[in-house]
T-cell receptor
Framework: DAKTTQPPSMDCAEGRAANLPCNHS???????VYWYRQIHSQGPQYIIH???NNETNEMASLIITEDRKSSTLILPHATLRDTAVYYC???????????FGQGTRLTINP | ETGVTQSPTHLIKTRGQQVTLRCSSQ?????VSWYQQALGQGPQFIFQ???????GRGNFPPRFSGLQFPNYSSELNVNALELDDSALYLC??????????????FGEGSRLTVL
């Protein structure tokens, strides 16, 4: 079973920041938080991951709370191409698999 | 583009038949994982291969089997197909065992329909 909880759907206006929350209250100390997204009929795409510090790359920012029980993925300037299902996943080092939940279906509106 | 290619992209089979799906991993990646994604669900882990050996398996029956070749490409075989096997089958490659601490690179998937 997935160790994360995400809202099933969210909407965001094009050009605005999209903030996707994720709860992972049972995360262990050595588990990383990963974010993937899946655009319709394509394979999942890696976005970002982090352990406890905030992370930023060319796609997004990841904000992890100090107690690590929740995190937020931020897409700073959402475009229509960001419409996808976003998955938040916790994963231990050396874990063989990603455990996907239902994810959040993000719709970017013009 | 992730460099992970899967074939075929779509196929239709009937119950009881057998199917083989193929995956070429990204250059330099020695670990391949297979996932099944039913419509409206998140991907579910089937198994992983590392250096030609199965290195972990999800909750799938033995009629789901796989191979990894010396060039790290991989096959997923499903025997005695059932209607519930209809799904998108995803292959993911990574460098090193489990790709820690980096990411998996997924292919576009093979969509199997069982009639």
């Amino acid at each position: 079973d997935a160790k994360t909880t995400q809202p099933p759907s969210m909407d965001c206006a094009e050009g605005r920041a999209a903030n996707l929350p994720c709860n992972h209250s049972t995360i262990s100390g050595n588990e990383y938080v990963y974010w993937y997204r899946q655009i319709h009929s394509q394979g999942p795409q890696y976005i970002i991951h982090g352990l406890k510090n905030n992370e930023t790359n060319e796609m997004a920012s990841l904000i992890i709370t100090e107690d690590r029980k929740s995190s937020t993925l931020i897409l700073p300037h959402a475009t229509l191409r960001d419409t996808a299902v976003y998955y938040c996943i916790v994963r231990a080092p050396g874990a063989q698999k990603l455990v996907f939940g239902q994810g959040t279906r993000l719709t970017i509106n013009p | 583009e992730t460099g992970v290619t899967q074939s075929p992209t779509h196929l239709i089979k009937t119950r009881g038949q057998q199917v083989t799906l193929r995956c070429s991993s990204q250059s330099g990646h020695n670990t391949v994982s297979w996932y099944q994604q039913a419509l409206g669900q998140g991907p579910q882990f089937i198994f992983q291969y590392y250096r030609e050996e199965e290195n972990g398996r999800g909750n799938f029956p033995p009629r789901f089997s796989g191979l990894q070749f010396p060039n790290y490409s991989s096959e997923l075989n499903v025997n005695a197909l059932e209607l519930d096997d209809s799904a998108l089958y995803l292959c993911a490659s990574s460098a090193g065992l489990a790709g820690y601490p980096g990411e998996l690179f997924f292919g576009e998937g093979s969509r199997l329909t069982v009639l």
